[in-house]
């Protein structure tokens, strides 16, 4: 079964840099796209950026100057850094699979991570 | 961007009855585009139907999606207590946008 488990810290101060990683265990890393999406307590979804395995990213817009993503196939693992932050950043950050049926076009999300509660507060 | 818009805000129906999510897009959205996503309380959400209407493994078939342009739907026959949670739908055409989401509580 494909899992995805996301890490990184609980509590960020305002104008930190959040860093989250994401474990992929059961499926191949460089065979799949990836991506995060975020939901703020009790709002919908949003999504944050996803990327090919080959190294294209997309990102959202309205979050592009703020966001880095990285991949590491060794690990199996990829990465997120959102900087500047602030209150508006608190969210349950998900990492996704991208699914195998959608092409990088069209993506839409096949499995999801348990998700992490960020946090951003001083 | 593509707006789409969610209705009702919420949904209470009792088990055993059909619920019936819209999902409104602000421009016409090409190729059946649009996934359907259900998240129960404190889970991440789970996909259930992608390009409008083919469902997504291991999903019942009491779930089925239809839909095209502007206009999609989501139906959920035979509700189960399973299924009382809050419902997205996504368009995947242009960029990605999710709807607000549609809450089906037991009445």
């Known amino acids: 079964q494909v899992q995805l488990q996301e890490s990184g810290p609980g509590l960020v101060k305002p104008s930190d840099t959040l860093s989250l990683t994401c474990n992929v265990s059961d499926t191949s890393i460089t065979y799949y796209h990836w991506g995060w999406i975020r939901q703020a307590p009790g709002k919908g979804l949003e999504w944050i950026a996803y990327?090919?395995?080959?190294?294209?990213?997309k990102f959202n817009p309205s979050l592009k100057s703020r966001v880095t993503i990285s991949l590491d196939t060794s690990r199996s693992q990829f990465s997120v850094r959102l900087s500047s932050l602030t209150a508006a950043d608190t969210a349950v950050y998900y990492c996704v699979r991208l699914s195998g049926s959608s092409t990088w076009t069209h993506p839409f999300f096949d499995y999801w991570g348990q998700g992490v509660l960020v946090t951003v507060s001083s | 961007d593509i707006v789409l818009t969610q209705s009702p805000g919420t949904l209470s129906l009792s088990p055993g009855e059909t619920a019936t999510v819209s999902c409104r897009a602000s421009q016409s959205i090409s190729g059946g585009y649009v996934a359907w996503y259900n998240q129960r309380p404190g889970q991440s959400p789970r996909l259930l139907i992608y390009g409008a209407s083919r469902r997504a493994i291991g999903i019942p078939d009491r779930f089925s999606g239809s839909g095209s342009e502007t206009d999609f739907t989501l139906t959920i026959s035979r509700l189960e207590p399973e299924d009382f949670a809050v419902y997205y739908c996504?368009?995947?055409?242009?960029?990605?946008?999710f709807g607000g989401g549609t809450k089906v509580e037991i009445k």
């Open positions: 990327f090919h395995h080959g190294g294209v990213t």
């Open positions: 996504q368009q995947y055409d242009i960029s990605v946008t």
